[in-house]
C-alpha cells in the first residue's frame, strides 16, 4: 500500500516536472512586468519598471502596421516582440508580418524558443517543414488558411502566387529567436572548420569555400534573436539566380502537386 502511495506521487511529480520543462517562456509572477530597457540587472528577459512607472503605450505597438525593409530574398519583415513592446515582458507571446514580393522566400530558418502559427492574409504559398525524422510536411495554403510550425524544427514559406503575398505571425514566446540554416553553416563567427562542413555536406573543401565567398556578409544582425535584421546581410545575393530551381512550384493551378 505504501509502495503504491510513493508510486502514485512520484508520478504525480514526474507529471508536473514534465509539464513545466515543456512549457515554452515561463509563467508571469506579476500582472504586468514592464521592460526596462535601462536596466543594468541580467535576468532570462528583462527586469521589469517599477510598479506604476509604465504606460499605456508600453502594451501597444505599430510594429507590424506596415511592412519591413526590403531584404534580398524578396521579402519584409516586421516584428511586434520584446524588443519594441515592453509589455510583452513575461508573457510569452510575440507577433510579426512577412510580405513577400512574387517569388519571395522566407528561407529555410528554425525558431528555437517558440512554435510559430500563420494566417495568410493574402496570397498563395507553400509552407513546409521537416521533422527529426527527415520528413518533409509541405502545404499549398491560401488567403484565409492557418499553418502551424512546431517549435524548434526547419521550416520556411515560399510565394507561389501570381502576385504578392502576406502573412500574419504569432509566436508563443517573447523573443523566439531565428536562426538562418544557411549562414549558421556557412557564415558562422568564428567559423566551422571548413573540413566539418565538407564532411558534413559530403562536399568538396573548395565548394565549401566558394558558398562561404557568396555568403561573406556581416552577421551582427542574428544576435538579436527575432528581430531578422537582415536587410544588408544578403545584398550580395542575387535572387534571380534561383528562380529557375524553384519552377517546379510555379504551377499556379496545380493544387495537388503540393498534397
Known amino acids: 500500500m505504501a509502495y503504491m502511495i510513493l508510486f502514485k506521487v512520484a508520478i504525480t511529480i514526474l507529471s508536473i516536472t514534465f509539464n513545466r520543462v515543456s512549457a515554452s517562456d515561463p509563467d508571469p509572477l506579476q500582472d504586468v512586468c514592464v521592460a526596462d530597457y535601462n536596466s543594468s540587472i541580467t535576468v532570462n528577459g528583462f527586469s521589469c519598471k517599477r510598479n506604476f512607472t509604465f504606460t499605456p503605450e508600453d502594451f501597444a505597438s505599430m510594429g507590424i502596421a506596415q511592412p519591413g525593409e526590403p531584404n534580398i530574398f524578396g521579402t519584409r ?19 510579426a508580418r512577412i510580405d513577400f514580393e512574387r517569388d519571395g522566400l522566407n528561407p529555410p530558418h528554425t525558431h528555437p524558443r517558440a512554435t ?41 514559406q515560399f510565394n507561389v502566387g501570381r502576385g504578392n503575398a502576406t502573412i500574419i505571425v504569432a509566436f508563443n514566446s517573447q523573443n523566439p529567436g531565428v536562426q538562418l540554416i544557411a549562414l549558421s553553416m556557412f557564415a558562422s563567427r568564428p567559423q566551422i572548420p571548413e573540413e566539418v562542413v565538407a564532411r558534413a555536406f559530403q562536399t568538396s573543401v573548395e565548394e565549401v569555400r566558394a558558398i562561404r565567398a557568396r555568403l561573406a556578409l556581416p552577421t551582427a544582425g542574428l544576435a538579436s534573436g527575432c528581430q531578422w535584421d537582415d536587410r544588408n546581410m544578403h545584398s550580395q545575393y542575387d535572387k534571380r ?14 493544387r495537388n502537386m503540393y498534397s
Open 77 to 95: 519583415v516586421a516584428v511586434a516582440n520584446i524588443y519594441n513592446m515592453p509589455g510583452l515582458n513575461t508573457q510569452g507571446v510575440s507577433m
Open 116 to 156: 510559430e502559427i500563420i494566417f495568410v492574409k493574402e496570397g498563395t504559398l507553400v509552407a513546409g517543414f521537416i521533422t527529426t525524422d527527415n520528413v518533409f510536411v509541405n502545404k499549398l495554403i491560401t488567403k484565409g488558411e492557418v499553418f502551424v510550425f512546431p517549435r524548434g524544427l526547419i521550416h520556411f
Open 241 to 254: 539566380d534561383d528562380r529557375n530551381m524553384h519552377s517546379q512550384y510555379v504551377k499556379y493551378d496545380d
